[in-house]
Structures are given as structure tokens and as C-alpha cells.
């Protein structure tokens, strides 16, 4: 429980932290997606497109890991004599997935 905690505490304060710089860098003009306020050619340019690409792909590698509990939360309220999404046969498995 208590590195839950901490991991719990720790990602708080980086999103705390990164929307509080990023709001105070760019005031008024700050845009609801922060990525939105940065732009930039040639080598900052080449920078930011890094960084966006960096995002993007740590979001396409959290979904799963976020939807993978939640099959396996439904799966046995949609078919009770199933214990989890694990007890079901390969194709079905395949097919829900």
C-alpha cells in the first residue's frame, strides 16, 4: 500500500508540477492542450516534434493497460458463469479484444 501511495503521490505532483510551469510560461495565452504552445523551426522545431512524439506514444502504450482491467471487470458482469476474461475460449478472448 504504500508504494501505491507513493507512485500515487509522485505522478500527482508531476502533473501538478508540469501544468502549473506550463500555465505560468504562457499566462493568458495558454491553450487547453499545452502542446498547442509550442512551435518552432529547425532544430526546435525537430525538438517539439520529439516531445509530441514522446506523448503520443506513451498514450498509445497506457490505453491497453488501462482498458485491460476494465474487460476483465465487464466480462464477468456480462456472463456471470465466467470468472474472468481469461476463462474465455481463445476466439472470444481474440474478439472482445
Do not use: E, H
Not at 33 to 55: E, H, P, W
Not at 64 to 90: E, H
Request: with cysteine; net charge positive.
Amino acid at each position: 500500500r504504500a508504494s501505491v501511495r507513493g507512485a500515487l503521490a509522485l505522478c500527482t505532483l508531476t502533473y501538478f508540477t508540469v501544468g502549473l510551469f506550463g500555465y505560468l510560461a504562457f499566462r493568458d495565452s495558454t491553450a487547453g492542450d499545452i502542446l498547442r504552445n509550442f512551435s518552432g523551426t529547425g532544430a526546435q522545431g525537430m525538438i517539439l516534434y520529439a516531445v509530441k512524439s514522446g506523448y503520443a506514444t506513451s498514450v498509445a502504450c497506457t490505453v491497453p493497460m488501462v482498458l485491460m482491467p476494465l474487460r476483465d471487470a465487464l466480462v464477468p458482469l456480462l456472463d456471470p458463469t465466467l470468472t474472468s476474461a481469461t476463462a474465455l475460449s481463445p476466439l472470444r478472448f481474440q474478439l472482445l479484444s
